[in-house]
């Protein structure tokens, strides 16, 4: 049985959530789309100002303690995805989700800084060939976990609305 196929028969078995719980779902919702909405255009000029003020290079200090502390994020977040996961915990895929991003932050940032170096060709190679594939993986099964959730569908959510008019007030 696929991972679909289980997901469906697990939503059909379910029972169809209560309309507070639909509501505080959807102010939830709203709340985080708008919080994100204002981050993402509040960015955009700190992008710009950046952009114009910030050298084009700079003398680093402590970049030992950056890269390997960095690294050792890097080991904490798979190790912990791979210990929830032999857990069977549902966290995992908030700690797979991070190490994603932190294997696509170490390619970005091992690639951007061996520009015009030789060492441009081994950064490379490494998140072509091992990065970035390993945190594709990491995503594509959180979506195959996240898609065997007990979700309230869009229906159930219009059929609330509909049951309880101006609750979005």
């Known amino acids: 049985m696929s991972d679909v196929q289980a997901g469906n ?12 719980l639909l509501e505080r779902i959807r102010r939830h919702r709203r709340h985080t789309l708008e919080l994100l ?21 700079y003398q680093v200090h402590h970049w030992r303690v950056t ?11 798979m190790a ?3 210990l929830l996961g032999w857990h069977r915990h549902r966290a995992v895929i908030v700690a797979a989700l991070a190490t994603a991003l932190l294997l696509i932050c170490d390619a970005w940032f091992d690639v951007s800084l061996a520009f015009g170096t030789s060492e441009i060709w081994l950064s490379a190679a490494l998140a072509v060939f091992a990065e970035l594939p390993l945190a594709f993986y990491l995503i594509r099964r959180v979506t195959g ?13 219009a ?5 309880a008019p101006g609750l979005d007030a």
């Open 80 to 82: 912990s995805t791979a």
């Open 37 to 57: 909405t204002v981050c993402a255009v509040g960015l955009v000029p700190w992008t710009v100002l950046l952009a114009v003020k910030l050298p084009s290079g």
């Open 67 to 77: 890269w390997v502390g960095f690294d050792v994020l890097l080991v904490v977040a």
């Open 9 to 20: 028969r697990i939503r059909a078995a379910a029972p169809a959530p209560d309309s507070d």
């Open 145 to 157: 976990m996240i898609s065997l959730a007990q979700w309230p569908s869009a229906k159930a959510v």
């Open 159 to 163: 059929c609330s609305d509909e049951q």
